[in-house]
């Protein structure tokens, strides 16, 4: 399976969607598409989860943006997050993923794989996988928030070692919901799935 197929998910960014994975060939990275599962529309509402007194501990690298525990911190959570997965997989780091996941989420977890496999391959992708349009917030869902997100992948080229170019990935477009939940490290993504 070509990366850009198994990126599919970058920009389905089913990763954390279905929260099942199954096991994948060696040499693929994990398709998001084939861990998707939908998300019921629903009115979106106007506040954030319950607020905690303790200040958390946020992962190194988290803008104040993306520190607040209000609606508009939780986009801004995830629009790093798509930042920080664009880099763990530009110089390949599963750590920068990692740090911004519930290790509940498997489609998270299926991410940090694909950046692991780049990395034991001595692979990479020359530009940012995923793109975003805009992200909103969606309101909450029992006890996590939900950010609407509209994106999908750039086209972007994986090249070995030496820049040579191994796969290239389509360029499309995906709609999704990220559920966030306010922990003791701030913003974490716990699922993220296909928006129907």
Not at 85 to 109: E, F, H, M, V, Y
Not at 110 to 123: H, M, Q, T, W, Y
Not at 166 to 189: A, K, P, Q, R, Y
Request: hydrophobic share 35%; charged share 20%; glycine share 8%.
């Amino acid at each position: 399976m070509p990366y850009a197929a198994g990126l599919a998910l970058a920009v389905t960014l089913t990763g954390c969607a279905a929260e099942s994975a199954a096991p994948m060939p060696a040499g693929t990275i994990p398709s998001p598409s084939s861990a998707t599962s939908s998300v019921p529309t629903s009115t979106p509402s106007s506040s954030p989860t319950t607020k905690s007194s303790a200040a958390p501990d946020f992962p190194e690298g988290v803008p104040a943006a993306a520190r607040k525990h209000t609606k508009e911190g939780a986009v801004a959570f995830v629009r790093h997050y798509v930042s920080e997965l664009n880099a763990a997989w530009r110089d390949p780091d599963p750590d920068r993923i990692g740090r911004l996941c519930l290790k509940t989420s498997k489609s998270c977890q299926a991410f940090i794989v694909a950046a692991e496999e780049l990395d034991r391959e001595g692979r990479r992708y020359s530009s940012d996988a995923v793109r975003i349009d805009r992200a909103g917030p969606f309101g909450e869902a029992g006890k996590q928030f939900r950010v609407e997100f509209h994106g999908g992948q750039t086209g972007a080229r994986v090249v070995d070692a030496n820049g040579k170019v191994v796969d290239e990935e389509s360029v499309s477009t995906t709609h999704n919901m990220f559920f966030l939940e306010w922990t003791t490290s701030g913003w974490m993504i716990a699922a993220i799935k296909d928006f129907k």
